[in-house]
Structures are given as C-alpha cells and as structure tokens.
C-alpha cells in the first residue's frame, strides 16, 4: 500500500493481528477446542480510499471467510494465488481500479458465494464457468467486458446478476430464464444487446426487477412476460422495440414501474392507461403512439430500426399456466402461454 489518507492502517502494529483496525479473528475451523487458537479470518477495509495492489501474500490468510475492499485504489489484477483462499465465501472488490481479464481464480475458489467485482476496468469475455459456479450474486457491472453473454446465463443459481454498463454484444441467450427460477434481479442495461428478447424470460417467475434498457433489441415484446408476477420494476426503455404494448404486461400485479420509453411502440390497451389509477410509474414517452404527447415525429416512426425482425413466436403444447393467476377481466378468461419444448 502506497497511500493510506485516512490513517486506516496506523493501528497495524505489533504482534497482535486481531487488534488492527478492519482486520477480525475467530477461532480456528476444524481444531479440537482444546488446541483451539486464533486466525485471521476477515478484511473489511471498505471506503478507505487506500492506494496500491494486491499482492499474492493474501493467499496466506488462509482462514479468510470475507474480503472486502470496495471503495479504495487498488490497482493491477487480482493474483492467481486467491484460489487457494478455501473458505472465502464473500469477495467485494468494486469500485477501485483494477484492470486486466476476468479474474479467473476467483471461479476457483471452492466456497465463494458473493463475488463484486463492479466499477473497475476489467475487459474480455466472461468465462461460461461463471455462470455455472454456486454463486449468490454476481456484480459485473461497470467495466468493460465484451463479447456475447455466455450460453451458460441460464444454469446460473443466482438470486442476482448484474452485467450493465459494459460492451456485451449479440443475442441474449435464447434458453435465459429456463432453469434461473431463484433469481430476483437481473441488470443488463447499457450493453450493444441486439435480437429479440427471448420466450425463456417468461421463466424468471420470482424476478423483481428486469432493466433490459438502453441497448438494440427489436422485435415484438414475448407473450411469456405476463409470467413475471412477482416484477416490480420493468425497464426496456431506448431499444427498437414495436408493435403494440401487451395488455398482459401491463396487468402484472406487483408492477410498481414500467418504463418503455423511446422505442417505436404503436400503441397499447386501455388496461396501460390504467396503470396510473394503479399508482404505477408508467413512462411511454419518445414511441409512435398516435395522439398522445412527446412521442417520435411521424418521419422517424417510417423506418423503425430492426423492423424486418420477427420475434412472433409459434406456441407449443407445454404450456406454463402463469397468466390464470390475474384472474378474470372484462369477463375474459386469461389463456396460459405455452413455452417452447426444450430440446
């Protein structure tokens, strides 16, 4: 460490580890009480505004359970050797300056369920074995990763996954959502996203918040979103999205924000424009809405971007009964969307 502003580390003197400002102890894992002695077996060092990098000699904290170092100036990369950090269950390094490709050795580490890695510079692809480790929560957001999202998003357990404000490009992976029934919020906004949004988001049933937003998807809207009954906050604001707003989207029960602004929507239901009456945030501004204020002039709702592309689906004969659960309106029975059969 190079810079220390605050006087943090002014306490770390002499022998006693355990007594250094941010540093906790507990007894040893896996020791008979008898021999049982004391280990390090935490950092929390976060907003310390602290300069320097980190050295591969952490690995020798080997009882560590959490780091935490979010909010300093750390630089580099993040050394190999925190593979070795076997009980290291929460790893929070956002919002420093580290650089260099996806900290490989971070998916090595066997107890790891909290991995923040959000406002530094890291670039590259994402490995597809992200996606596939016991995480909790996943925090990309802010850097400069790139390339397409890998196919393993939807084996994902993750309650949260965050990927905005980086260079993600391609589809999202049309199979997203199928097996990822625990997750509650998923960010992608801010990327170079193109395509439909798939069927499978229908499948995200316990999602509260979806910001798909400032991207390049086209398309309609898939009938599967009436599936999200628990979603608080949807957002697919500044895409090339069109066709008319599906009345089952803005039925959703628990919608609290709706937010579909600048795209090129044509329209929508009465039950939208209820959706104030609701005390639901509902921003459709910047579309092709005939008749209402601070919509696209007519010349830019001639060519819509991406209007050649279709993402009307064909229905199978697996359907998932989501939208019985709105009940009845108008007196007209929901019908369920029927997913596709996966292969």
């Known amino acids: 460490m190079t810079e220390d502003p605050y006087g943090i580390l002014a306490s770390w003197l002499g022998p006693d580890v355990c007594s250094y400002r941010g540093v906790f102890c507990s007894d040893a894992p896996e020791v008979p009480i008898f021999a049982s002695f004391r280990v390090v077996s935490g950092i929390d060092l976060n907003h310390a505004n602290l300069k320097g990098s980190l050295v591969k000699e952490l690995a020798l904290l080997d009882h560590l359970s959490f780091l935490h170092l979010n909010t300093n100036r750390f630089s580099g990369t993040v050394p190999d050797s925190f593979r070795e950090l076997r009980y290291l269950s929460e790893l929070d390094l ?3 300056q580290l650089s260099g490709l996806f900290p490989i050795s971070t998916l090595l580490i066997p107890n790891l369920i909290y991995l923040d890695l959000r406002f530094n510079s890291f670039s590259g692809e994402v490995p597809d074995e992200l996606f596939v480790k016991d995480l909790d929560a996943i925090f990309l957001n802010n850097n400069q990763f790139g390339g397409q999202i890998p196919m393993t998003l939807w084996a994902s357990p993750a309650s949260v996954i965050t990927l905005a404000n980086n260079q993600f490009s391609g589809s999202i992976p049309f199979n997203f959502g199928y097996m990822s029934s625990r997750i509650r919020e998923v960010l992608f906004l801010n990327n170079k996203l193109t395509g439909c949004i798939p069927e499978g988001v229908g499948y995200l049933t316990d999602v509260e918040v979806l910001d798909l937003s400032f991207n390049s998807l086209a398309g309609h809207l898939p009938t599967s ?4 009954s628990e979603v608080e906050v949807l957002n697919i604001a500044h895409n090339q999205l069109w066709g008319e707003l599906p009345e089952l989207v803005c ?3 628990s919608l609290a924000n709706l937010t579909v ?4 929507f044509s ?3 009465l039950d939208c424009a209820r959706l104030f009456f609701r005390n ?3 921003d459709f501004s910047g579309n092709c809405i005939p008749g209402s204020d601070m919509q696209r002039p007519p010349p830019e709702c001639m060519g819509i971007p991406g209007g050649g592309l ?3 689906r064909i229905p199978s004969t697996r359907p ?11 007196g007209l029975n929901r019908v369920p969307y029927a997913f596709p059969s996966l292969p």
Request: proline share 0%; glycine share 12%.
């Open 94 to 96: 956002s919002n420093n």
């Open 225 to 228: 979103l009436s599936c999200l």
């Open 251 to 253: 039925d959703l029960r």
């Open 261 to 264: 602004s600048y795209n090129f």
């Open 267 to 269: 329209g929508f239901s």
């Open 280 to 282: 639901v945030w509902f």
């Open 310 to 312: 279709s993402c009307l």
């Open 320 to 330: 998932l009964a989501c939208a019985g659960s709105m009940g009845q309106r108008g």
